[in-house]
């Protein structure tokens, strides 16, 4: 038992997946259908415990605390313009112009991360998935099905080797 007033220790997954977007504007459900996949595959492969994995309609500021702890992190997002199937990327701070708006962009909240503690962010990916339809009330389009798929497909190399350097070796790839 505990003594009073104190908490147990709680380990942090190493790796945070973070996935946006809104599910009820066709291609932007990218975001969230990949970490509803991506927990199935996790579940399905024991890997639940190693990886934490969240979901929004947009990134805040408040995302940052999100990051403290973590050995790595992966912002996944739809976007109209990386190109098929996805595009991956390793992520650095930025106060950019997002900064001041409602919503974030991830290199944004590494920036935040950075005034809030101090010190420099976990390593940071971005896996950016293409998208063609965006309105609101639009269903999945076919090639965003397909562009998906492929996301998938890259991700589970990924979580084979949850090491920057790897990771820094696909995207110079």
């Known amino acids: 038992m505990e003594p009073s007033g104190t908490l147990p220790e709680q380990r942090c997954p190493g790796l945070l997946i973070l996935a946006v977007g809104n599910p009820s504007r066709g291609d932007d459900a990218l975001g969230p259908l990949f970490l509803e996949r991506l927990a199935e595959l996790c579940e399905q492969r024991g890997e639940e415990d190693d990886i934490e994995l969240l979901t929004d309609f947009q990134l805040q500021i408040e995302h940052a605390v999100d990051l403290e702890g973590r050995a790595l992190a992966l912002f996944v997002d739809a976007s109209m313009s990386c190109p098929p199937p996805f595009e991956f990327t390793r992520l650095q701070p930025a106060r950019d112009t997002s900064y001041t708006s409602h919503a974030l962009s991830p290199a944004a909240v590494l920036h935040v991360y950075n005034q809030i503690y101090r010190c420099p962010p976990p390593p940071a990916f ?11 009330g639009d269903l999945l389009s076919a090639a965003a099905e397909v562009h998906l798929m492929a996301a998938l497909s890259f991700a589970e190399q990924l979580l084979t080797m949850p090491r920057v350097e790897r990771w820094q070796h696909l995207v110079e790839i």
Do not use: D, N
């Not at 971005?126 to 609101?136: D, K, P, S, T």
């Open 126 to 136: 971005q896996l950016a998935i293409r998208g063609e339809r965006f309105e609101l």
